[in-house]
């Protein structure tokens, strides 16, 4: 995610999880005139992706790992107040929790999938009083 804190409610960050993140990385290159950055994984590199001269835009993932098994689809982060709450809430509406929680850097997400089938992250707000939980 950016070092930026969108506030509650925000689509905070995007992804996109693929077999072949190098050639997603070189599609969006060519395409979009995004240039990559890698993010060392412990073996390989997932892609921050950002416009010429500005932010992080996306991301572009391996589906290894805590990625394994997500479908191949740009996935949204929603910034919510309070992750455990609104998990909750997920549940109780008729949806279901695809990933458990878990933190990277500054905050906690955990991906859903609602009623009708689409799949989206949730991600603690980085200024919520809940302490983030470490990356692992």
Do not use: K
Not at 81 to 99: H, K, Q, W
Not at 109 to 122: C, R, Y
Request: negative net charge.
């Amino acid at each position: 995610m950016t070092d930026s804190n969108p506030g509650v409610g925000a689509i905070g960050w995007v992804d996109l999880t693929v077999t072949d993140a190098e050639l997603l990385r070189d599609f969006y290159g060519a395409v979009a005139g995004w240039r990559a950055e890698p993010v060392p994984m412990g073996g390989y590199d997932d892609f921050v992706m950002a416009p010429a001269g500005g932010e992080a835009a996306a991301g572009i993932c391996h589906a290894r790992g805590t990625n394994a098994g997500l479908p191949a689809q740009w996935l949204i982060y929603i910034v919510v107040a309070d992750l455990e709450v609104s998990l909750a809430e997920c549940r109780a509406r008729g949806g279901r929790v695809v990933r458990e929680p878990r933190g990277t850097g500054a905050s906690r997400f955990a991906i859903i999938e609602d009623p009708a089938g689409a799949v989206a992250a949730l991600s603690q707000a980085a200024n919520s009083p809940i302490q983030p939980s470490p990356p692992g």
